[in-house]
């Protein structure tokens, strides 16, 4: 009866574990999608027409191009290999940036319908420029982490 209590108490204490680190992810997910959020609304100059126009046809091509990341990531973390697992994983990684060209070019039709030529080339200029930031950021707070343990 102990060890009964005791294993449901582990299982408990990881779920619990794994819910939190869900919610967290998701928390720092929804700041980062904030940011974002304000970050293009600033650099586009969006009017509230503009936005109202805009924000569903973002939202839409941001769906598509994380399904696509979320089809890659495991594909990419693979590492102890042999070299036809690797020819297989190298096409499969032409395939996804072939499906990534295509999604650009069917929104750049829709994005320049909302927000003309010029606008729609700085979305897309914003857009890696944000990531960018976001990446040496993280980068940077990564180094300062391993000085401080030093």
Do not use: C
């Not at 204490?13 to 794994?18: E, H, K, L, P, Q």
């Not at 936005?51 to 046809?57: G, L, N, T």
């Not at 499906?99 to 914003?126: A, M």
Request: hydrophobic share 35%.
């Amino acid at each position: 009866m102990i060890m009964k209590q005791i294993t449901l108490l582990i299982l408990l204490f990881g779920f619990t574990i794994n819910i939190y680190s869900q919610d967290r992810r998701e928390e720092v997910r929804d700041k980062i999608e904030s940011r974002k959020i304000a970050y293009l609304s600033d650099k586009l100059d969006l009017s509230p027409e503009d936005a109202e126009k805009f924000w569903p046809v973002y939202n839409s091509y941001n769906k598509e191009m994380q399904a696509l990341r979320q089809e890659m990531r495991p594909l990419l973390k693979q590492e102890d290999i042999s070299d036809e697992e690797a020819a297989e994983l190298l096409n499969k990684l032409l395939i996804h940036e072939k499906n990534i060209l295509d999604i650009r070019q069917s929104y750049t039709d829709r994005f320049t319908r909302v927000l003309g030529p010029k606008r729609t080339l700085k979305f897309f200029r914003s857009d890696r420029e944000f990531k960018e930031r976001m990446l040496r950021g993280i980068g940077e707070r990564k180094q300062k982490m391993k000085e401080k343990g030093r």
